[in-house]
């Protein structure tokens, strides 16, 4: 026994049989200072540690127990204490624990009103672990319950690099890489755990009334239950995660599978200060740089979202199948009501090049409205001008393939795109062209077409759209229309018009043809 600073500690140690069967016996019991531990143990003076430790331990066991992790015949008892912790140095936000009691016996190790601070977060933990001693023997492993709440989670804080600390020349003070200590104590816990977070702060998301129902066995996480908002856009998940933390700590292959449920998930509000009023796939200014798809990455997506929003366009029901897969994204049969109809959507986003994204898309749309896709799809409004003139629904089938620019819009000089778009119900109304046709012969018909039940091909060479020869019969006008259109510029169709006699008796040009047919039969 002696005294530390006019504090008392007791304390013996015995070994016995020490080339055999070794004989464990000992006790510590005391209160310590962590400023006296400063004064007989320096640290770097960038370091501040302060606080108080409270203890009395008692083991009695031997080696053999130990190799055999018979951890019901070892006798262990005590508690360890913690009060008013501070621990800061310039490598890493400060860690404070204001309390935390655990107590100890030869099966189980119970964590009881703990609460730690780290950095601005706060976390307020209790629980229980059997076989903690799994944790420093290399047998067997740790089995428990946590259960935490906190107020304020901030990982951002905790993502930043910070300062070196002592000398770095001389590698003294060095911080060492603990990810493999870690990950070998992570391996040997299969916990379940609970809780909930009132605010959490990652990148540029605000996540708010976070709550978790999860088990963590061997560096893979079991989510039970996730439920959280976004940005404003409450969802739950549940799922399986594999190594996360071998991917967190060591940039290993983060895989598993995830279920995400929503009502209402607002795309725009994940993108930040770059978020556009719309992209390739809807209006307004493009966003500066191009999403690039994480690496290292092995993961199945599944979602159900009654409502999601981008811009101006909103897709009900939509669910579906994103794989995450080393730099792509592979999208199977995402499927969503939108724009009056349905669409169907399979392919892949490619950032392997995170300058260049390539992407390959098949669409499948059925009874869309032509006014609403115009208004709502770039894409769509550059390929297909026209449609600004038509009145109506459609389907199409569209296979494309290209790159992305920076702003996320397609570089349509390397877009390779064939399709077909069926009119249902269309009407081509208001486009001058025909108007003035129609005025001149005084042929109403013609002042607005019936595009009903028309299949028009089309596909995209060298920056120009081409639409195939599509015939039409409007009551007794023959119609054929046809042409091309560069994406950034003019428009380029032809209509041909097979027009009976009896059409030109009311109109100037309809007498003049009639004056030259009866002059060539009277010859």
Known sequence: SFELNKNPIHGFLSLDQLMGNTHFLGEIQGMFSLDDYKKFMPLDEQVQLSGNLDCDFNFDLDKQMIDQATYDKMKVAGFLKINSLIYKDPTMPSIGIPNMELQFDNSSCVIKQSKILFGKSDIELNGMLTN??????????????????GKYLDVNEWMEESAPIGDQKNNI????????????LIHKLEISF??????????????ENAYLDGELKRDRIVLH??????????????????????????????????????????????????APQGNSLSNGEPTSEP?????????????????????????????????????????HNFQTSTLGGNMVLNGIYNTSNPQKPHFDMKYDMTKLKFSKAYE?????????PIAKFIEGSFNSSIVFSGNMN??????????????IIETLDGVIKGYK????????????????????????????????????????????????????????????YDFTFKIPRSKFQNNSIGSAAETGISFLKNL
């Open 291 to 331: 999403f690039v798809v994480p690496e290292n990455m092995d993961l199945d997506l599944l979602f159900d979202i009654g409502t999601l929003v981008y811009d101006k366009w909103q897709l009900d029901k939509a669910k579906g199948l994103i794989e995450i897969l080393d730099n792509e994204m592979q999208i």
């Open 376 to 384: 709502s799809i770039v894409s769509f409004k550059i390929l297909a």
């Open 225 to 274: 239950s996730l439920k959280i908002s976004v940005n404003n856009n409450p969802m739950s998940v549940t799922g399986v995660l594999e190594s996360p933390m071998a991917y967190a700590m060591q940039n290993k292959t983060l895989k598993g599978s995830l279920q995400i449920n929503g009502n209402r998930f607002d795309l725009v509000s994940f993108m930040g200060d770059e």
């Open 173 to 184: 003070y060095a911080i060492p890489d603990t990810s493999s200590f870690v990950l070998d």
């Open 433 to 492: 062209p025909l108007e003035q046709v129609a005025e001149r012969l005084n042929i109403k018909e013609l002042k607005s077409v019936s595009l009903q039940n028309t299949k028009n091909w089309f596909n995209i060479e060298n920056g120009s759209v081409y639409l195939k020869p599509t015939t039409k019969k409007v009551n007794d006008v023959e119609m054929i229309f046809s042409g091309s259109h560069k994406i950034s510029g003019p428009m380029d």
């Open 194 to 207: 609970n809780g909930t977070y009132n605010k959490i702060v990652y990148d540029s998301y605000k996540i």
């Open 132 to 149: 903690p001693f799994a944790l420093i023997i290399d047998k067997g492993y740790s089995t428990g319950k946590i259960s935490f709440n």
């Open 406 to 419: 920076k702003d996320m819009m397609p570089d349509f000089a390397s877009l390779n795109v064939n399709g």
